[in-house]
């Protein structure tokens, strides 16, 4: 293993365990399974930003209401 990919270690550790990074993998996740659905519908690919745009708008408020309260 090389110099640089050791001293990177701590710092990755580090944001892979911030709750900010933990809140930006599952949004990502919804917005991927969100994409794979539309896409089924339309038929085709739409695409990462047409699916992230659409799901912003229809879902993110309430899935993010949703997270906050399991979370307490």
């Known amino acids: 293993m090389s110099i640089a990919m050791k001293a990177a270690s701590p710092a990755d550790d580090l944001l892979k365990n ?4 933990r809140e930006f993998q599952a949004e990502r996740e919804e917005i991927l399974k969100h994409k794979w659905i539309e896409s089924e519908k339309a038929g085709h690919d739409i695409g ?3 699916a992230l745009t659409d799901w912003i708008i229809k879902h993110r408020a309430n899935w993010r209401r949703a997270r906050q309260n399991a979370s307490h």
Do not use: A, G, I
């Open 18 to 21: 911030s709750s900010l990074y």
């Open 48 to 50: 990462f930003e047409r």
